[in-house]
Nanobody
Framework: QVQLAESGGGSVQAGGSLRLSCTAS????????LAWFRQTPGKEREGLATIDTGTTLRAYADSVKGRFTISHSVAEKVLYLDLDSLNPEDTAMYFCAAASTLSGSCALTHSTYNYWGQGTQVTVSS
């Protein structure tokens, strides 16, 4: 069982930056897909970025490509998401997620992941 806990959310003005962190309690398997999602009320959870811990291969949604960066510290068991050039449309609850994998096929779909954090709120004002 992997427990995830996000931190680093907050309020920022448009054009600003934030770093989100997601700490894992343990890694019971050798290899994981790790990802960040976000959700606003009444909308589907949106996949933003994913990383394969085996290869460090990354993938991003078009909506955040070039502005957000996903990274991972194996030793510290911490997943990061650096958010730059924020705009009010980025306001949402941000979640980290994990799934053990053998193939490293890390999709940005909600159903891929079976471990989730509780979320951290990001609010961007204009």
């Amino acid at each position: 069982q992997v427990q995830l806990a996000e931190s680093g959310g907050g309020s920022v003005q448009a054009g600003g930056s934030l770093r989100l962190s997601c700490t894992a309690s343990t890694y019971a398997y050798h290899r994981y897909c790790l990802a960040w999602f976000r959700q606003t009320p009444g909308k589907e959870r949106e996949g933003l970025a994913t990383i394969d811990t085996g290869t460090t291969l990354r993938a991003y949604a078009d909506s955040v490509k070039g502005r957000f960066t996903i990274s991972h510290s194996v030793a510290e068991k911490v997943l990061y998401l650096d958010l730059d050039s924020l705009n009010p449309e980025d306001t949402a609850m941000y979640f980290c997620a994990a799934a053990s994998t053998l193939s490293g096929s890390c999709a940005l779909t909600h159903s891929t992941y079976n471990y989730w954090g509780q979320g951290t709120q990001v609010t961007v004002s204009s």
